[in-house]
């Protein structure tokens, strides 16, 4: 199994900044890539971005790109979401989740942590 651990959420005016980390535990070594997601209030769940866990490649979601940057560090099994020029539509709980090897499947997640952006 794989445990991961989201912080680094908060409250932030719009315009600001925050960085999102997620840290992975045990079975680091069944990763296939790791991604962020958010969910809103009555929304569904929506993809932000990945990252691959041997070769580093990202891939975005158009709504965020050039906003918000995926970055890993290996060494600390952790991966980060840069996030810039929040607006309050950005407001909602992040969650990481990580792909495993064999399943290609997001099979394990964090428990979320709260962004709230105020205009």
């Known amino acids: 199994q794989v445990q991961l651990v989201e912080s680094g959420g908060g409250l932030v005016q719009a315009g600001g900044s925050l960085r999102l980390s997620c840290a992975a535990s045990g079975r680091t070594f069944s990763i296939y890539a790791m991604g962020w997601f958010r969910q809103a209030p009555g929304k569904e769940r929506e993809f932000l971005a990945a990252?691959?866990?041997?070769?580093?490649?990202?891939w975005a979601a158009d709504s965020v790109k050039g906003r918000f940057t995926i970055s890993r560090d290996n060494a600390k099994n952790t991966v980060y979401v840069q996030m810039n020029s929040l607006k309050p539509e950005d407001t909602a709980v992040y969650y990481c989740?990580?792909?495993?090897?064999?399943?290609?499947?997001?099979?394990?997640w964090g428990q979320g942590t709260q962004v709230t952006v105020s205009s």
């Open positions: 989740g990580a792909i495993d090897r064999d399943s290609r499947r997001y099979d394990y």
């Open positions: 990252i691959s866990w041997s070769s580093g490649n990202t």
